[in-house]
C-alpha cells in the first residue's frame, strides 16, 4: 500500500536588513514616542533595506541561499520557486522569475503570489499541493516584502508597524506523516475600502497627481482592520485545531501573524495556548508583512522538534486569512 505524499519542511532560510529603524528615530519624523508605539504594538524597531536598486528579490535570494546551505543543496536542485509580496521588484517579470536567475536556480519555474500579510500561508498550501502531486520534488515558499518602499514616513498611523524581510521553506516529499497537514485560508474583497494602495495599478495608473495625493503608499483604517484580525485570526485558528481533532494541549507553537502584539494575544487564549507557546519577534522586525512567519520559523528553528504541531496563522489586507497545520519533520 502506498502512503500519502505529504510536503514536509526540511530547512529554514531567513534574512533581514543590517539597517534599524527604532522608535526612537521615529520619534524624530512623526509625532509619536516609544512608549505609545510599543504599548499599542508591541514594536520596539524594524529593519530597513536601504541602497540605491535595492528590492524585494535581494532579500529573497540570502534568504534562499541560507535555506540551501543548511539543507547542503544547490539552488539548481530547486523545482520551483514561489514569493509571495506585494512589494515585488517590478509589476512584472515576478520577482520569483529575477531571484531565481540572481540564484542561478536554472531548472526552476517561479511566480508571486500577493496576499498581502497571508502572503506565506497562501504559497505554503500551493507549495505543497504541488509536493503532493508527486511532479515536484524540492518546493520552496518565501515571503519577503520591502514595506519601505510604500510607507510614508509622515503617516504615523502605517510607519510605526512595517518594516522589511524575508524568510523561506523548502518543501520535499514525505511518508511519515509529516509537513504541511491541513490549512483554512479565506478572502473577502470587501475589506480592500479599510486597507490597500489607492494608485499603481491598472483601475487608477500612476500619475503626477496621484504621485502628489501621496496614493501610491499603504492605507490603513487601523481600528476597522484590528477588529476584523482579531475575530479573524482567532476563529480560523480554533476552527483549525477543532477540524483536526485538536486542543491547545496538542500545539507546540503557534505561529501568529507578527501584526499586533495585541491581536496575537487574542489569537492564543482562542486557542487555549500559554504565551510560552507563541513565537513572537514584533518587537525586533515589526510587521514585514509576508515575511512574518517565515522569519519567525526561522528564529525558532532550534527551537523546534521533530513532531511538534504547529499552527501558523495570518491576516492581511483585502481581506485575506487562514491557518496551516504543519507536524516538523526535523
Given at each position: 500500500?502506498?502512503?500519502?505524499?505529504?510536503?514536509?519542511?526540511?530547512?529554514?532560510?531567513?534574512?533581514?536588513?543590517?539597517?534599524?529603524?527604532t522608535?526612537?528615530?521615529?520619534?524624530?519624523?512623526?509625532?509619536?514616542?516609544?512608549?505609545?508605539?510599543r504599548?499599542?504594538?508591541?514594536?520596539?524597531?524594524?529593519?530597513?533595506?536601504?541602497?540605491?536598486?535595492?528590492?524585494?528579490?535581494?532579500?529573497?535570494?540570502?534568504?534562499?541561499?541560507?535555506?540551501?546551505?543548511?539543507?547542503?543543496?544547490?539552488?539548481?536542485?530547486?523545482?520551483?520557486?514561489?514569493?509571495?509580496?506585494?512589494?515585488?521588484?517590478?509589476v512584472?517579470?515576478?520577482?520569483?522569475?529575477?531571484?531565481?536567475?540572481?540564484?542561478?536556480?536554472?531548472?526552476?519555474?517561479?511566480?508571486?503570489?500577493?496576499?498581502?500579510?497571508?502572503?506565506?500561508?497562501y504559497?505554503?498550501?500551493?507549495?505543497?499541493s504541488?509536493?503532493?502531486?508527486?511532479?515536484?520534488?524540492?518546493?520552496?515558499?518565501?515571503?519577503?516584502?520591502?514595506?519601505?518602499?510604500?510607507?510614508?514616513?509622515?503617516?504615523?498611523?502605517?510607519?510605526?508597524?512595517?518594516?522589511?524581510?524575508?524568510?523561506?521553506?523548502?518543501?520535499?516529499?514525505?511518508?511519515?506523516?509529516?509537513?504541511?497537514?491541513?490549512?483554512?485560508?479565506?478572502?473577502?474583497?470587501?475589506?480592500?475600502?479599510?486597507?490597500?494602495?489607492?494608485?499603481?495599478?491598472?483601475?487608477?495608473?500612476a500619475?503626477?497627481?496621484?504621485?502628489?495625493?501621496?496614493?501610491?503608499?499603504?492605507?490603513?483604517?487601523?481600528?476597522?482592520?484590528?477588529?476584523?484580525?482579531?475575530?479573524?485570526?482567532?476563529?480560523v485558528?480554533?476552527?483549525?485545531?477543532?477540524?483536526?481533532?485538536?486542543?491547545?494541549?496538542?500545539?507546540?507553537?503557534?505561529?501568529p501573524?507578527?501584526?499586533?502584539?495585541?491581536?496575537?494575544?487574542?489569537?492564543?487564549?482562542?486557542?487555549?495556548?500559554?504565551?510560552?507557546?507563541?513565537?513572537?519577534?514584533?518587537q525586533?522586525y515589526?510587521?514585514?508583512?509576508?515575511?512574518?512567519?517565515?522569519?519567525?520559523?526561522?528564529?525558532?528553528?532550534?527551537?523546534?522538534?521533530?513532531?511538534?504541531?504547529?499552527?501558523?496563522?495570518?491576516f492581511?489586507?483585502?481581506?485575506?486569512?487562514?491557518a496551516?497545520?504543519?507536524?516538523?519533520?526535523?
Open positions: 500500500m502506498t502512503r500519502k505524499i505529504t510536503a514536509a519542511i526540511t530547512a529554514v532560510g531567513g534574512f533581514v536588513p543590517e539597517d534599524r529603524l522608535n526612537f528615530d521615529l520619534e524624530k519624523i512623526v509625532d509619536t514616542n516609544d512608549e505609545w508605539i504599548t499599542r504594538t508591541g514594536i520596539e524597531e524594524r529593519r530597513i533595506l536601504k541602497g540605491e536598486g535595492k528590492g524585494t528579490s535581494d532579500m529573497v535570494v540570502p534568504a534562499v541561499q541560507d535555506l540551501c546551505k543548511k539543507r547542503g543543496i544547490s539552488p539548481e536542485e530547486i523545482d520551483c520557486l514561489i514569493v509571495g509580496t506585494v512589494t515585488p521588484d517590478l512584472f517579470p515576478s520577482t520569483a522569475n529575477i531571484a531565481c536567475y540572481k540564484l542561478g536556480a536554472k531548472n526552476a519555474w517561479g511566480f508571486d503570489v500577493s496576499a498581502a500579510c497571508s502572503g506565506f500561508l504559497p505554503l498550501t500551493l507549495g505543497a504541488l509536493i503532493e502531486s508527486g511532479r515536484y520534488k524540492k518546493v520552496v515558499v518565501c515571503g519577503a516584502d520591502k514595506m519601505s518602499s510604500i510607507i510614508d514616513y509622515t503617516d504615523r498611523a502605517t510607519c510605526i508597524i512595517f518594516g522589511d524581510g524575508a524568510g523561506a521553506v523548502l518543501l520535499e516529499p514525505g511518508e511519515e506523516g509529516y509537513g504541511v497537514l491541513d490549512s483554512i485560508l479565506r478572502s473577502d474583497g470587501s475589506g480592500c475600502q479599510y486597507l490597500h494602495m489607492k494608485a499603481g495599478g491598472s483601475k487608477k495608473p500619475s503626477v497627481e496621484t504621485v502628489m495625493a501621496k496614493e501610491h503608499f499603504v492605507y490603513q483604517e487601523g481600528q476597522a482592520v484590528f477588529k476584523f484580525a482579531v475575530k479573524g485570526m482567532a476563529d485558528s480554533a476552527e483549525l485545531l477543532e477540524r483536526n481533532g485538536l486542543t491547545g494541549d496538542d500545539i507546540a507553537w503557534l505561529v501573524h507578527q501584526a499586533n502584539k495585541r491581536i496575537i494575544d487574542a489569537t492564543a487564549n482562542r486557542m487555549g495556548l500559554d504565551p510560552d507557546k507563541v513565537m513572537l519577534n514584533i525586533r515589526g510587521n514585514t508583512t509576508a515575511g512574518t512567519l517565515p522569519l519567525c520559523l526561522w528564529d525558532w528553528e532550534k527551537q523546534l522538534k521533530k513532531g511538534d504541531n504547529i499552527v501558523l496563522s495570518a492581511g489586507g483585502g481581506f485575506t486569512w487562514g496551516t497545520l504543519v507536524k516538523w519533520a526535523y
